[in-house]
């Protein structure tokens, strides 16, 4: 059964940083054959795409909104993929889920809540 448990989240003021890290396991296939990405719901808003990590050449992808702050990594001997946070900002504050895919299977995380408010 895959799990994806993502830690990290917190209350930071603006400007600060956070890393968020999420643990996978229980994978039927190698965990570097999975496009992982980071995904973000804000009150009232609809989940939205962050940053992925794809497995074609370990090409990188990012919102518009959080090019050139936000980091996405991945250690495909730890199975874990993280995201670190920089010059956060109070509408980056979300519930943010680590997602997993491979073909048409998709895999959520339950969410670590990030609040950004000083």
């Known amino acids: 059964q895959v799990q994806l448990v993502e830690s990290g989240g917190g209350l930071v003021q603006p400007g600060g940083s956070l890393r968020l890290s999420c643990a996978a396991s229980?994978?039927?296939?190698?965990?570097?054959?999975?496009?992982m990405s980071w995904y973000r719901q804000a009150p009232g808003k609809e989940r939205e795409l962050v940053a992925t990590f794809t497995t074609t050449g370990g090409s990188t992808n990012y919102a518009d909104s959080v090019k050139g702050r936000f980091t996405i990594s991945r250690d495909n001997a730890k199975k874990t993929v993280y995201l670190q946070m920089n010059s956060l900002k109070p509408e980056d504050t979300a519930v943010y889920y680590c997602?997993?895919?491979?073909?048409?299977?998709?895999?959520w995380g339950q969410g670590t809540q990030v609040t950004v408010s000083s």
């Open positions: 229980g994978f039927t296939f190698g965990f570097s054959r999975y496009a």
């Open positions: 997602n997993a895919k491979l073909w048409s299977n998709y895999y």
